[in-house]
């Protein structure tokens, strides 16, 4: 009689396979560069990247949105403007679509969700919902808020 083996499964002859169980428990973050600062975000938002683009200047806007609808995150956050080509993420949350400017992309990793530790509430990074460590020692990741984001409140 043969034994069903049901996927995911670790098996003692196979390397390590997560199960079910941890496979969900773990997140996809595509983590991007912006003034030497390592922001991630959860790659169920993300619809591409886009290197040749242009902006169309909007009058009676914030100087950080920079099209239609496009947003300089490096002006969202404080930063100077960087006036070099920049790469633009197009993210969908929430059923709206907005691309923001990043100086670029570094990597896509999975991180298991228990690993991002709340913000200090002390910081005054008020889009970051999440931090970690990235697994392979380069640095810190800050977990990007889109909610906040597109909010106009802060």
Known sequence: MNAVKEPGLLDAEEDQILSPEDESSCQ????????NLRLGVDVKYVVEILN???AT?????PDYIRGIPVLDIRLRLGKAANEADALLVVLNFDNTQIGILVDAVDQM??????DILPVPSQS?????????TIPDGSGTMLVL?????L????
């Open 57 to 61: 200047y909007l009058p009676m806007m």
């Open 151 to 154: 909010s106009h409140e802060y």
């Open 109 to 114: 990793i999975e991180i298991p969700s228990e």
């Open 145 to 149: 808020d889109c909610e906040r984001l």
């Open 28 to 35: 996809k973050y595509l983590i991007f560069v912006i003034d």
């Open 52 to 54: 040749n683009h242009s």
């Open 124 to 132: 005054s990074q008020q889009l970051v919902s999440g931090m970690c």
